[in-house]
């Protein structure tokens, strides 16, 4: 297959809803766990609960972005689907805090795959012309999975019970893997696979083009593996009946803004959109923790979407446009490790740091705003003393 000047493409599409499935998935779960890990006996593990999903994520990256590049996008996709269908499916047999732990390291090798491959095929069959538009759509997806699956998942808890919630899990994957089913292969010339593929050279797990673009990833996703681990604890602490109120706000207030943050970032520059966004991320975390109420969280729930909205495909655009096309797919995984560690990171340090003790959350996110500060000052010193970094400046 050969990219496209037209984006909207039936392979569009599928890989899009499949994208949205797919994240849906593993991120319904996420508001209910520390409760499901505190009901096990578990409750000073909170912060493993992301952590020890990013870990084998972040492990799997360098696999992954080779595996994209040898044996096809398609088939990577369905690795990353699989392991969700099948760990939905374990959750209610592994009953112990050590079975629920060693569960959350398997399941997070699926996103160590599939959004690698997801990246690297949308950026085949669209026009380089249009990577930033394309992938803010895209990313748009994934954001819509991200906020309906924690708002679904709270909903079934709800109503039913953790096992049916288990399960829900698994329908969302099993979807997912019949959209990529219907996909066309975009890689030309995939090799078979081979245990011998897996072999990782020293020059197999970073791409060093792409460190710039994941320099910023990092820390800017710091802030996300906080939100992860600590919003669904502070939302019920403002009194909100649904975990996933946060989710549902910050989603909605990305939709617009990543489907323009990426045309804009294809017309003028990645790094000076990636700029406001940061502006936007660092605001929104100084207001969540400064305005104790329901309403201060709604509305730093607001500004963070617009800059996670802002940030997310412009990023993506970046590493696209710095990667070599043979090693595409070993780009995107870097900035996806990157993207693991600060997720991890965040997670486990304000989960160490948090300790049952709900006055240390607003500690943890003004400290993150500050990790977002040195992103800004980092892009902008790219943006304006090396502009070779960025192809669009």
């Known amino acids: 297959m050969t990219n496209s000047d037209s984006i909207y493409t039936l392979n569009f599409g599928l890989v899009c809803i499949s994208s949205l499935l797919f994240l849906a998935s593993f991120n319904m779960l996420i508001p209910e766990l520390p409760a499901y890990l505190n009901s096990l006996g578990g409750e000073e593990y909170i912060g493993l609960i992301i952590a020890l999903f990013t870990l084998t994520a972040g492990i799997s990256r360098p696999f992954s972005g080779k595996l994209t590049d040898s044996i096809g996008r398609k088939p990577v ?32 090798f699926s996103t160590g795959f599939s959004p690698t491959a997801f990246s690297a095929y949308v950026s085949d069959i669209v026009s380089s012309k249009k990577w930033g538009e394309a992938l803010g759509i895209q990313s748009l997806f994934f954001s819509l ?6 708002a679904l998942g709270s909903s079934i808890k709800l109503y039913f019970s953790f096992n049916v919630l288990f399960y829900s899990s698994s329908l969302m994957a099993f979807l997912s893997m019949a959209m990529i089913m219907n996909l066309q292969e975009t ?31 990092l820390l800017s996703y710091l802030s996300f593996g906080i939100i992860l681990t600590l919003v669904p604890i502070w939302t019920e602490h403002l009194g909100a009946k649904n975990k996933g109120l946060f989710f549902i706000v910050f ?9 323009l943050a990426g045309k804009l970032s294809d017309k003028y520059s990645r790094t000076l959109m990636i700029s406001i966004g940061l502006v936007f ?13 329901l309403y201060g969280l709604v509305f730093g729930a607001v500004l963070y979407g617009i800059g996670m909205g802002i940030v997310s495909p412009s990023l993506s ?10 090693t595409k797919g070993k780009a995107i995984a870097t900035m996806f490790i990157a993207l693991e560690i600060g997720i991890g990171g965040g997670a486990l ?35 304006r003393q090396n502009k070779k970094a960025d192809f669009y400046a």
Not at 77 to 88: E, K, N, P, W
Not at 145 to 150: C, E, F, H, K, S
Not at 361 to 372: D, E, M, N
Request: with cysteine.
């Open 187 to 217: 890689l030309p010339n995939k090799r078979k696979f081979s245990f011998s593929t897996l072999k990782l050279g020293r020059n197999d797990i970073i791409a060093k083009e792409a460190l710039p673009p994941a320099f910023v990833t």
């Open 251 to 259: 989603t909605i207030s990305s939709l617009f803004v990543r489907f």
């Open 145 to 150: 999975g991200l906020a309906l699956g924690p």
């Open 281 to 293: 991320l660092g605001v929104s975390l100084v207001l969540i923790g400064t305005m104790e109420t």
């Open 77 to 108: 996709m369905l690795i990353g689907a699989s392991v969700c269908l099948f760990c939905g499916f374990l959750y209610p047999v592994l009953t112990t805090v050590i079975g629920f732990l060693l569960l959350r390291l398997i399941h997070g």
């Open 317 to 326: 655009a970046w590493t696209i446009d710095l990667s070599y096309s043979e």
């Open 349 to 383: 340090l304000s989960g160490w740091y948090y300790q049952n003790e709900i006055t240390h959350i607003p500690t943890v996110f003004y400290t993150c705003s500050c990790a977002v500060l040195v992103a800004f000052l980092y892009v902008a010193l790219i943006y």
